[in-house]
């Protein structure tokens, strides 16, 4: 079955820390994207890539980094710096940007809780 | 500045009674609005893609319609089971490398 997949689904960081969410994708897409979703607050894009070796920020990516060195995987490592990091994180692909590819298709997300 | 709205915030219905859910949109030179359904505690599920007014897409008991400024999700006989928060997204203009702007959701309650 084609889909992505986020692991782990719970994960618990104590302050300071570092932790990298994972994103993988077997659709054979070009674009990922990570989102990050609060009580009440829509979705919120934090970086995205259109291809393998590139990314850029998004509204809020202060506080967190990427990569994309292969076209099916895309972690996220959220760092110490991120100042609020309790949240429900999304990744989502779509096979490119132009108009009629742009449908994204999410994972089943990461709620990370900061003790 | 580019913003998507969604209304009502949460919406209770009997099972059988229809509704729609609005979303407004203020975004010039639309390239694409889309529709998700959200369960708890996952991640949304694509429903429709509309891409110029006058457009509408159904499934089951949804259907989905596109003007100039809003679309609507109408749901028909909703079920329990259709109970969920509906996602309502636009795809920036220009070269934004397929940035989706999200509204708020509709949480949508239905009762037996």
């Known amino acids: 079955d084609g889909g992505i997949t986020q692991s782990p689904k719970y994960l618990f960081r104590k302050e300071g820390q570092n932790v990298t969410l994972s994103c993988e994708q077997n659709?054979?897409?070009?674009?990922m994207y990570w989102y990050r979703q609060d009580p009440g607050q829509g979705l919120r894009l934090i970086y995205y890539?259109?291809?393998?070796?590139?990314?850029q920020k998004g509204d809020i990516a202060e506080g967190y980094s990427v990569s994309r060195e292969k076209k099916e995987s895309f972690p996220l490592t959220v760092t110490s710096a991120q100042k609020n990091p309790t949240a429900f994180y999304l990744c989502?692909?779509?096979?490119?940007?132009?108009?009629?590819?742009?449908?994204?298709?999410f994972g089943p997300g990461t709620r990370l809780t900061v003790l | 500045e580019d913003q998507v709205t969604q209304s009502p915030e949460a919406l209770r219905l009997q099972e059988g009674e229809s509704s729609s859910l609005n979303c407004s949109y203020t975004v010039s030179g639309l390239r694409g609005l889309f529709w998700y359904r959200q369960d708890p505690g996952k991640g949304p599920e694509f429903l429709f893609t509309?891409?110029?007014a006058g457009e509408e897409k159904e499934k089951e008991r949804l259907k989905a319609t596109l003007t100039k400024k809003e679309s609507f999700l109408h749901i028909t006989a909703p079920k329990p089971e259709d109970s969920a928060t509906y996602l309502c997204a636009v795809q920036k203009p220009g070269n934004q490398g397929g940035k989706l702007i999200f509204g708020q959701g509709t949480e949508l309650s239905v009762k037996p």
């Open positions: 509309l891409y110029s």
């Open positions: 890539s259109q291809i393998v070796n590139d990314f």
């Open positions: 659709l054979n897409h070009d674009a």
């Open positions: 989502a692909s779509s096979r490119g940007y132009a108009r009629k590819w742009a449908e994204q298709f």
